[in-house]
């Protein structure tokens, strides 16, 4: 029988098999992450997570449904989870062209400093809704209070919208890709700064700008 913990009312025995639950189910996402990077959604089979993540596909059950229940709960665990770190950092900002550049600076710089994560953005695809429903509505918002404060001459957001990602992994690809060095993300950043209505001068200045830290989400803050 497990021990009673006196000071929460819990059982020491059932924290653990919580605690142990909870790692297992990072490695089985781990481990599809790794996948979807090398592949692309289209590798992941349950063999092949199972194998990764060093478990029987008996315990992979109690976690995931499905293959596709595995799918989407990766994409969700990884891009939102870095969306709402974006949202902290620029919670408090008022101007909208910072807003943006920092988001996609952010964006870009992480499949640099980070290669399995770009790989995994590249593989995924604009087509990929659960990408889009973590990430497109962030960049309409932001677009949106530029347009509402008079930083960004846009006429279509949606457009915008779609031309902000699709450059993005554009442009993640070609870093990846080739035997480039330079970071990308300050001239992304500044491309699509003029994109939205910035003069040149200004969307140079405003992309070179120091770079806030991402912050980190608490445990409660997270998928």
């Known amino acids: ?47 092949v997570v199972t194998e ?13 449904k499905s293959r596709d229940e595995l799918i989407d709960a990766v994409i969700v665990d990884v891009v939102e989870n870095l969306g709402r770190r ?9 101007d909208a062209a910072e807003i943006y550049s920092f988001s996609l600076r952010h964006l870009m710089h992480t499949a640099v400093s980070d290669p399995v994560w770009g ?10 809704d659960g990408l889009l429903d973590a990430l497109g509505p962030r960049a309409s ?9 008079g930083r960004f001459d846009i006429d279509d957001v949606k457009l915008a919208s779609a031309m902000t990602f699709g450059s993005l992994l554009a442009v993640m690809h070609e870093y ?22 910035i003069s040149p001068a200004e969307a140079k200045e405003i992309a070179h700008r120091p ?13």
């Open 211 to 223: 770079l806030p830290i991402l912050p980190e989400l608490s445990p409660s803050e997270m998928i």
């Open 52 to 64: 990764g993540a060093d478990i029987g596909q008996g315990t992979f059950y109690n976690y995931f």
């Open 86 to 94: 974006l949202d902290a950092m620029t919670r408090g900002m008022s």
């Open 176 to 197: 990846l890709d080739t035997d480039r060095k330079e970071d990308p993300s300050s001239a992304y950043a500044e491309s699509l700064l003029r994109m939205v209505g």
């Open 1 to 47: 029988m497990a021990q009673l913990d006196n000071h929460s009312g819990s059982t020491v025995g059932g924290g653990r098999r919580e605690r142990k639950a909870e790692q297992t189910r990072r490695r089985i996402l781990e481990a599809a992450q790794k996948q979807m990077a090398l592949g692309g959604p289209e590798s992941i089979t349950i063999q």
């Open 141 to 149: 918002r932001d677009i949106q209070i530029g347009i509402d404060s």
């Open 119 to 128: 790989w995994f953005m590249v593989r995924l695809g604009i087509a990929q």
